[in-house]
C-alpha cells in the first residue's frame, strides 16, 4: 500500500484503533519523549501517538512504527515474511533456467514490474513544496529533546539525502541532526556510512557538498533509509518495491538534488567540507546509552518547503525496546532471503535480539553439511554490508526455534565446547559502540553451536560426554559475589549469572579461576558477570548490560579445571580508566529525569492517554552512575 504523506498513514492507524491523539500542549522539551518512552516499553509497543499541540504549527507523530503491527501496517503487509517470500519468488522467476523460448517470454512481465519500481523524475514541484520558506527558520519545526543530559535538541527522524559527485548516484541514510540555531544543524554521519564517503569526495573535489533532508511522506521512505542496501543500490527502489508504486521526485528550490514530491517537510542546504567540525552531542542513543561528545561538520540550511498538511515526524531512542527495535525486526525478516542467495546459501534463519541493540548480538541457523561450516558462516557475514559491526555471532542448526530463547539457551547449552567452539576475532565496530578499546575497532566472538560432525569431535582427547554439561553446582559464596542467578542452571541452561562488586579488573580474573576450580565438569559452559546493581534475574537487562559493556577479545576468555571441564568467562561489568586501564570515557545510562516524569504524570489524566503507564525510567535508575551523560570515576 502506498501512503501519499504521513496523513493518510495516520488516517489508517487511527481506523486500525493504533493511535492515540493528544490534544493537551505537550512540550517537545523532554515530556514528548517520557510519555513515548512508557507506549514504547508498554505490552506489543503500546499505540503511536499524534500530538496535535506543540507549540509549533505543526503535528507531531511518533511511535508511528513501534508494533508489530504498525510496522507491518506501515509496509502494506500482515507478516514481515512476506515481503521476504515475494524477494524469494522474484529472484526465482528471474534467475531460473528456461526450457523454452515462451518461459523467457512469461519472465518479461517481471522485469516489467522491476522498471515500475524505479523512481522517477517529475518537473512539477510537489506537494512537499506548497509552502516555501527562503528565510528558513528550524525554530517553526517541534524539534524534540529526548533526554535530559543531550547536548540540545535533535532532528530524530530525517531522510539525508546526498549524491556521489563522481557518479552521480543518489543515497538515504538516517544521520541524527543536532539543531545550533535557526539555520544549522549538526551531521551525525559515521565514518562507515554513505553519506560520510560523500563528503569525503566533495573534500577531495574542494566543492560544497548539497544535502536535502526528507521529512515524513511514506512510511516506506522511512524504512528505506534504515535498510542496510548495498552501495550505490537506490533506497527509492527499495522503496517503490515495498510501496508497489515508483516514487515521485522533485527538484529542490535551492539543491540540485531531488526529494519525495509526497514528503510533508524537506529541509534544503549544504554541507562545506572546508569548514572546521563542531563539537556535537552528547545524546542518548538505541543503546540505551548516552554517545559522548564528538567532531562533526555542520549543515547549513538554505530553504524549508512543506505541505499545507504537513505532520512532524519523529522517534526516540533509548533504553530497549524502542521504535527501532521494530524497524530492526523488519530488516531481520527482509533480508534474510537476499543473504541467502547472495552470500549464505545454507542460512536457514535470522534472530536480532531487542536487548543485543542491532549490533551486539546476532543469532543464525544453518543447514548443515560439513566441519567448519559454522565458520565459514561467520567470517561470511562479518563481511556482509552492516553485518560487518556485528559483535557477538551464534550459529546453531537443526531443529530447535531461535525465536524461542530458552529453547534456544537449552540447545546451545548441549552443543558447544567453549575450548573447540568459541572463536574470536577483530574487526569494524559500530561508532557508538563505547566498550572497544577504540572508536569503532575491536573484538568480535562467534559461538558455534551446531552439532559436531565427526571430524569435529575428539579433538584434543576430547570425547563426546562432556557436551551436556548441566552446570549443577553448590551456592557460591565468594568474596565480592552480591547476587547470583542459579535458576537458568535448573532449567538446563548452562550459565550462571554473577552480580559482582567490582573493585579492580584483576579482582574478576581471580574470581573467574576461583569460580571455575570450585566445580567439576558438571559446572556451567558460560560464567557471565555483571555489575552489582544489575538484577541477575531479568535476563533483558543482564544480555543488554553485559553485550553493551564488553569487547569480546579483552573482556571474554577460556578456563580449564583440572577435570578437563572449561567455560567461557564473560566479563560485562563497567570498565573504567582508574580501575580497568580503559582508554576512552564510559557514558552513562539514559534515563528521564524525576522532574519530567512528575511534571508528566500530574498530566496524564488530561491528555486522554487512557490507562496510566509508570515511567520506565525509574526501573533503570539505579543503574545510573555518578556524572552527567560521561560515568565520573
Known amino acids: 500500500m502506498a501512503f501519499r504523506g504521513l496523513k493518510e498513514f495516520i488516517e489508517v492507524l487511527e481506523k486500525e484503533k493504533e493511535l492515540i491523539r493528544v490534544k493537551e500542549y505537550v512540550d517537545p522539551i523532554l515530556e514528548i519523549a517520557e510519555i ?24 507531531l507523530l511518533i511511535n508511528s512504527m513501534g508494533s508489530l503491527r504498525r510496522i507491518n501496517i506501515a509496509l502494506g503487509v500482515n507478516e514481515l515474511d512476506e515481503i521476504g517470500e515475494e524477494i524469494r519468488e522474484l ?35 510537489g506537494r512537499c513544496q506548497e509552502v516555501i520558506n527562503m528565510d528558513p527558520d528550524l525554530d517553526i519545526l517541534p524539534v524534540l529533546k529526548c533526554w535530559p543530559k543531550d547536548g540540545g535538541r535533535f532532528i530524530t527522524f530525517p531522510l539525508v539525502h546526498t549524491t556521489d559527485p563522481g557518479t552521480g548516484i543518489r543515497n538515504i541514510g538516517m544521520y541524527r541532526m543536532q539543531v545550533l540555531n535557526k539555520q544549522t544543524t549538526g551531521m551525525h554521519w559515521h565514518r562507515h556510512k554513505v553519506g560520510a564517503r560523500h ?12 544535502v536535502a533532508v526528507a521529512l515524513g511522506g511514506d ?53 562545506d567540507p572546508a569548514e572546521d567540525f563542531f563539537l556535537e552531542g552528547p545524546f542518548g542513543d538505541h543503546t540505551g ?13 538554505s530553504c524549508i518547503t512543506h505541505r499545507k498538511d504537513a505532520v512532524y515526524p519523529a522517534t526516540i531512542v533509548g533504553i530497549p525496546p524502542q521504535e527501532d527495535a521494530y524497524i530492526a525486526k523488519a530488516t531481520e525478516r527482509i533480508f534474510l532471503v537476499p543473504l541467502q542467495y547472495s552470500v549464505i546459501p545454507e542460512l536457514l534463519d535470522m534472530e536480532i535480539p531487542t536487548a543485543g541493540v542491532a549490533h551486539n548480538l546476532t543469532i543464525v541457523k544453518i543447514k548443515k553439511d560439513y566441519p567448519g561450516q559454522a565458520r565459514k558462516v561467520m567470517n561470511a557475514l562479518w563481511g556482509a554490508g552492516q553485518m560487518m559491526l556485528n559483535k557477538v555471532l ?57 552439532h559436531k560432525l565427526p571430524e569435529e569431535l575428539n579433538r584434543n582427547g576430547l570425547n563426546e560426554e562432556l557436551h551436556p554439561q548441566t552446570g549443577k553446582i553448590e551456592e557460591v559464596d565468594f568474596p565480592g559475589v552480591v547476587d547470583v542467578n542459579y535458576q537458568l542452571l535448573k532449567e538446563g541452561i548452562s550459565i550462571l549469572v554473577v552480580a559482582v562488586k567490582k573493585e579492580s579488573a584483576g579482582q ?12 567439576s565438569r558438571n559446572g556451567p559452559k558460560v560464567l557471565f558477570l555483571v555489575d552489582a546493581e544489575v538484577k541477575v534475574n531479568d535476563l533483558m537487562a543482564v544480555t543488554w548490560l553485559g553485550a553493551n559493556n564488553i569487547d569480546p577479545q579483552r573482556d571474554c576468555w577460556i578456563l580449564t579445571n583440572d ?66 551523560a560521561e560515568v565520573e570515576e
Open 289 to 301: 546509552y548516552y554517545s559522548l561528545e564528538d567532531w562533526y561538520p555542520k549543515f547549513h540550511v
Open 91 to 125: 529472484i526465482q522467476d528471474v534467475t531460473s533456467p528456461k526450457a523454452n523460448f515462451r518461459e523467457k517470454l512469461a519472465v518479461l512481465p517481471k522485469l516489467g514490474q522491476l522498471s515500475s519500481w524505479m523512481p522517477r523524475i517529475i518537473k512539477a514541484r
Open 394 to 450: 551464534l550459529v546453531v542448526d537443526g531443529s530447535v526455534d531461535i525465536h524461542n530463547y530458552k529453547e534456544l539457551a537449552v540447545y546451545i547449552s548441549g552443543n558447544f565446547y567453549p575450548e573447540e567452539d568459541v572463536y574470536f576475532d577483530k574487526g569494524p565496530l559500530d561508532v557508538l559502540d563505547h566498550a572497544a578499546s577504540v572508536m569503532g575497532y575491536g573484538g568480535k566472538m562467534g559461538i558455534d553451536a551446531t
Open 508 to 519: 574478576l580474573v581471580d574470581l573467574a579461576k576461583n569460580l571455575h576450580n570450585s566445580w
Open 199 to 210: 563528503f569525503r569526495e566533495y573534500k577531495e573535489a574542494g566543492k560544497k557538498m548539497p
Open 563 to 628: 577435570d578437563g571441564a572449561n567455560s567461557l568467562i564473560i566479563d560485562g561489568t563497567r570498565k573504567l580508566p582508574g580501575r580497568d586501564d580503559f582508554k576512552r570515557n564510559w557514558p552513562n545510562i539514559i534515563v528521564s529525569d524525576e522532574k519530567t516524569i512528575d511534571k508528566v504524570d500530574e498530566k496524564w489524566l488530561n491528555m486522554g492517554l487512557g490507562e496510566y503507564l509508570p515511567s520506565p525510567s525509574n526501573g533503570y535508575r539505579n543503574y545510573v552512575q555518578k556524572g552527567g
Open 36 to 59: 513515548t518512552d512508557r507506549f514504547s516499553k508498554a505490552a506489543k509497543g503500546g499505540k503511536a501517538l499524534l500530538f496535535e499541540n506543540t507549540g509549533t504549527d505543526f503535528p
Open 219 to 271: 512510511p516506506a521512505y522511512t524504512y528505506a533509509a534504515t535498510a542496510p542496501l548495498p552501495d550505490n543500490m537506490d533506497e527509492y527502489m527499495l522503496a517503490g518495491f515495498l510501496r508497489k508504486r515508483k516514487v515521485d521526485l522533485v527538484k529542490c528550490i535551492t539543491q540540485d538534488i531531488e526529494v519525495p514530491a509526497d514528503a510533508d517537510i524537506i529541509i534544503e542546504g549544504y554541507v
